[in-house]
């Protein structure tokens, strides 16, 4: 049984970032029923409405899209599909962005996702 090793640690990237992009839409669904609800409060004056509105549209699609591609990479990793490799590192590259959590678990993504082993998992014949 080669690549055991990298298998389980394909495993647990996929896992992890299957968890964490439900995890985005459920927040993506929190944000937009909180923003939307805040703008009852503010009826009547303009720009905070349209501020409310656009932040209660923009921050829910842009998590919903995230977390969307997210899942659909960790299910393609489970499978080894060479295209969720792709989406994951890209995915784990942006998410370097949310220190320090985000960095440490993008860090030991690509790390998994570059592996000489790694890559013969998704590409043997």
């Known amino acids: 049984m080669e690549n055991s090793g ?16 439900v995890l985005g839409l459920i927040a993506a669904v929190v944000v937009f029923t909180v923003l939307t609800f ?7 004056d303009e720009v905070p409405q349209t501020v409310l509105r656009f932040l209660s ?11 969307t591609l997210g899942l659909i990479g960790g299910i393609g990793l489970l499978v080894y599909k060479p295209w969720a490799r792709y989406l994951v590192i890209v995915i784990s590259t942006i998410g370097c962005i949310n220190i320090p959590f985000g960095t440490l678990k993008g860090i030991y993504f690509i790390w998994v996702l570059i592996q000489d082993d790694t890559i013969k998992l998704f590409y043997k014949e």
């Not at 389980?8 to 299957?18: E, G, L, M, P, R």
């Not at 549209?57 to 977390?67: E, R």
């Open 38 to 44: 805040a703008r009852g409060f503010v009826e009547y």
């Open 6 to 21: 990298m298998k389980k640690h394909v495993t647990v990237v996929a896992s992890v970032q299957i968890g964490f992009a």
């Open 57 to 67: 549209i923009s921050i829910p699609v842009l998590l919903g899209t995230v977390s």
